[in-house]
Each structure stands twice: as structure tokens, then as C-alpha cells.
């Protein structure tokens, strides 16, 4: 997610936190249906319309997220974690090690674990955080939604705007909600959750809907802001749901490693609609490679231990609305009144021991 220069983000620390979600727009893309186990999640679907954008209309979605407990043969090889037996990494430990899980956010109550995961960003001082690439957003807690065995990270509009440099022209047209591991505030002290080296992965549904951008991406623990390396395991333009974009950027985000040579390119992996259903993106990175995954399918790997980030890193998963990448390509937002979400069944990392 190559975000704006820390310059920039610095100026606009010193912001205020706008006004939460309306009930009603909560009411209209909350999932629908039972308590979703590790066999089957309940979701909201992207149901589509003649014009060809999604609908808000719930409907039930399926799909494995981990091992029935009744059906462990003959126990979990993790520890379960709110119910579920979560699947092992599509890849073998290295010999003489076994995976284990470093952090797992299930989304099985009414709310996220905040000793986990932060609504906010790095350099968080009190009032969340803004867009990173000159899009719409103002990123705000009430926008993170816990129910029925997942989180919504919902985009909509806000009114009144935003006062923010980060944003298109001084001004935050929508609120969204984010999942980080960065620290709680700036002044608060270690990260939430950091790690070197492991196997990334979370399952969710994003809309295929222009002018909305999934980004599920990872930086160094840096305190300076001055990042020097990137991954990201996918970045994903609303107008199109077949193009899985991933990346690292390194030698101080200098040089980039691309999976996808251009458009409807996603490296060994398939090219379709991902946006039918909910999707499972993993990224491995270990000393001498990193490697992408999508549903458990190895999309490509970038290698050459030289320039493999070897220090801490943090998570991200968020929508942006309509960032400088979109209109470059003009895919930008087209209705301002769009509610969407970002459904997220789990966030897990496993690690070797």
C-alpha cells in the first residue's frame, strides 16, 4: 500500500474524531442468519443489480474457516481458539519445526480484542487516523463492527466532512473502519502485536464496487514513520475483483517486486471474481523468501535473503474510498452516497518453533 510520503502524514496529525455511524446505515449490512461455526459463515453478499454495482441486501455465505471441533481427528494441532480449530498454513514447516499460532482474532463476540488490534493507525495521537494515499476516508472505532462470527469495516459517507491535509483537497467526505496491530495511541507505548518472520493470513469478502480499495498490507515497527520496506498481500481496486495486486517494496521502498505483470495477471494463480465469495489471502515471509497465497494456492515468490525485511513488522486491513491510485486510472468513486463494507472472518498468524 504505497501510502503518502510521512511528511504529509505528520501534518495531519493534529485532527479530531468525527461523528460515529448512523443506526440505520448499521441495520442495513449487518450479516443475517446463525452464529457462523468453522463450517459455515454467515455474510453479507455482494448481490448484484442490473447496474452492476452490489446491492446491501444480506444473504448467507459458506465456507471453511477452520476444523469442526467435533470432527478433530484426533485433536487440534493449535490451540482452538473461540471454537474453532484453525487450518494449518498451506505449507510445510521447515524440518525439525512445527507451526504455531502468534495471534488469532476469531471476531466471535460483540467486539474485537483491543489487547489485539487497534481502529486506528501508527501515529495515532487521540484522534484516529486519515486516508494514506489522498483518498475520501477518516478512519473512526465506530466503523469497526463485530457480529454473527465477523467483523465489518464499513465505509460511508460523513457529514459533516472532516478537516484533514491527508484527504482529497483538506477535506474527509466518508468515515471507515480499520484493523491494526500498531499501538493503541503514539504515546502508548509497544505495538499491540509486531513479528519477524511467519505465515500471514485473513479470510474475508470485499465489495466489487468502484471507487472502494481492500488493502492488506504490513510495515516495519518504525517510530519514525520512515518506513523502509513493504508488503502487501493484496491491494484490490473496487472496479475490478479479478485483479489481486501484491507486492514488496524495498531498499527503503525503492525498488518493488510485482506479482501481477498488469491487469487480470495474479502470478500462478487464478484469475477470476474473488469477490463472489469470501476469499483467504496469506503471505509467508521467512528469511529467504516471501511468498503470496490465495485459497491456499502459491501465487508467486520473491526471494534473495539480502532484500528480505529481517525486523519486526505490523499489520493492516482496510477500505480506502477513492485514492490517488483509482483516479490515475480512472476507476475513482462515481456515487459519494455508497455505503460499503469489508467483512473479515479472522486475522491469524502462524509462526515456526
Not at 485473513?202 to 464496487?209: E, G, I, L, N, V
Request: aromatic share 10%; proline share 7%.
Amino acid at each position: 500500500m504505497r501510502w503518502a510520503a510521512p511528511i504529509a502524514i505528520v501534518a495531519g496529525l493534529a485532527m479530531v474524531l468525527a461523528a460515529g455511524i448512523g443506526a440505520a446505515n448499521l441495520d442495513s449490512l449487518q450479516s443475517t442468519g446463525e452464529q457462523p461455526s468453522d463450517s459455515a459463515i454467515t455474510a453479507t453478499e455482494a448481490m448484484e443489480t442490473p447496474g452492476g454495482e452490489p446491492s446491501e441486501t444480506p444473504v448467507a455465505s459458506a465456507g471453511p474457516s477452520g476444523t469442526p471441533l467435533a470432527t478433530q481427528t484426533p485433536s487440534c494441532a493449535f490451540a482452538v481458539s473461540a471454537g474453532v480449530c484453525p487450518i494449518a498454513p498451506p505449507m510445510a514447516a521447515a524440518a525439525g519445526k512445527k507451526w504455531k499460532i502468534s495471534l488469532a482474532e476469531e471476531f466471535s463476540g460483540t467486539s474485537y480484542d483491543k489487547t489485539k488490534l487497534s481502529p486506528c493507525f501508527d501515529w495515532n495521537n487521540g484522534d484516529c487516523t486519515s486516508t494514506f494515499n489522498n483518498g475520501r476516508e477518516h478512519y473512526q472505532p465506530s466503523q469497526v463492527v463485530v457480529s454473527n462470527g465477523t467483523a465489518k469495516l464499513i465505509a460511508a459517507p460523513l457529514n459533516p466532512p472532516f478537516a484533514s491535509k491527508s484527504c482529497q483537497n483538506g477535506s474527509c467526505t466518508y468515515k471507515a473502519g480499520m484493523l491494526s496491530t500498531a499501538r493503541a495511541r503514539a504515546n502508548d507505548g509497544p505495538y499491540l502485536f509486531s513479528f519477524t518472520y511467519g505465515y500471514v493470513e485473513s479470510r474475508f469478502k470485499f465489495p466489487a464496487t468502484q471507487g472502494f480499495f481492500t488493502a492488506f498490507w504490513m510495515l516495519p515497527t518504525d517510530r519514525t514513520y520512515t518506513y523502509r520496506s513493504e508488503i502487501d498481500i493484496l491491494e484490490l481496486l473496487g472496479d475490478d475483483p479479478t485483479t489481486m495486486f501484491m507486492t514488496y517494496h524495498y531498499n527503503n521502498r525503492t525498488e518493488s517486486h510485482h506479482v501481477n505483470s498488469g491487469k487480470f495477471k495474479n502470478g500462478a494463480c487464478a484469475t477470476k471474481d474473488y469477490s463472489k465469495q469470501f476469499v483467504r489471502m496469506g503471505m509467508d515471509w521467512q528469511p529467504d523468501h516471501i511468498a503470496w497465497y490465495i485459497d491456499g494456492v502459491k501465487c508467486a515468490q520473491f526471494t534473495g535473503a539480502a532484500n528480505i525485511e529481517n525486523g519486526p513488522m505490523q499489520l493492516i486491513l482496510h477500505m480506502m474510498v477513492d485514492n490517488d491510485w483509482q483516479r490515475r486510472w480512472n476507476v475513482g468513486l462515481t456515487d459519494p452516497t455508497l455505503t460499503r463494507q469489508l467483512e473479515v472472518d479472522y486475522i491469524r498468524v502462524y509462526q515456526q518453533e
